[in-house]
């Protein structure tokens, strides 16, 4: 079946270090990829997503690439800061037209100054 | 951007009692909410989809006598979870869809926190 399979936290980073949280995914088709962030006491928010293959994604520094031949969508930051500290969740959509998303684990990002 | 309010944002209580969560949409009507369910180190997993006025679609091993969903209007969706056990305590989070289509199509409550004793 379709899943989502990412990285276990936590990860702990010192500011301006960079980031890389793995996220790879299984599914039929042609899924829609996304990456969520839920800062503490908050809901998930979309922070970015790609539709096709090798779409590239990108929102406040963080970029992640639609990699159909490894299925992969790992997120990327090149300089981390404090307000980065947050849950991150990796997550698909089986097709268009659907909210039923699969979602993986979350990975908890601890940025220190 | 849109905002969902989910309330409470963490409840202890007994074996055997029931547990109400609520989902509001605050600044938009939405016309499919969504709850998740996430254990310990486990996946945000769907529970089920309510649609306003309609009974709501379980997903595969969900009890929908155990897990009572109420979408009695376009902002308000409702989660019962009835004779708690402590196999129910899990971290819940709701989302929904909005009714007006937007670049961003869902929008997530902050999760309640649920601790069966």
């Known amino acids: 079946g379709n899943s989502v399979t990412q990285m276990e936290g936590p990860v702990t980073l010192s500011e301006e270090a960079f980031l890389t949280i793995n996220c790879t995914y299984t599914?039929?088709?042609?899924?829609?990829l996304f990456w969520y962030v839920q800062y503490p006491g908050e809901g998930l928010q979309l922070l970015l997503k790609a539709t096709k293959a090798d779409d590239k994604g990108s929102n406040k520094g963080f970029e992640a690439t639609y990699r159909k031949e490894t299925t992969s969508f790992h997120l990327e930051k090149g300089s981390v800061q404090v307000s980065d500290s947050a849950v991150y969740f990796c997550?698909?959509?089986?097709?268009?037209?659907?909210?039923?998303?699969?979602f993986g684990t979350g990975t908890r990002l601890k940025v220190l100054a | 951007g849109a905002v969902v309010s989910q309330h409470p944002s963490w409840v202890i209580c007994k074996s055997g009692t029931s547990v109400k969560i609520e989902c509001r949409s605050l600044?938009?009507?939405?016309?499919?909410m969504f709850w998740y369910r996430q254990f310990p180190k486990q996946s945000l997993m769907l529970m089920a989809t309510s649609n306003e006025g309609s009974k709501a679609t379980y997903e595969q091993g969900v009890e929908k006598d155990k897990f009572l969903i109420n979408h009695a209007s376009l902002t308000l969706s409702t989660l019962t979870v009835t004779s708690a056990h402590p196999e129910d305590s899990s971290f819940y989070i709701c989302s929904a869809s909005p009714r007006v289509a937007t670049n961003e199509k869902l929008f997530f409550g902050s999760g309640t926190q649920l601790s069966v004793l």
């Open positions: 599914a039929t088709g042609y899924p829609s």
């Open positions: 997550a698909l959509s089986k097709a268009s037209g659907t909210y039923k998303y699969i």
């Open positions: 600044d938009f009507q939405a016309t499919t």
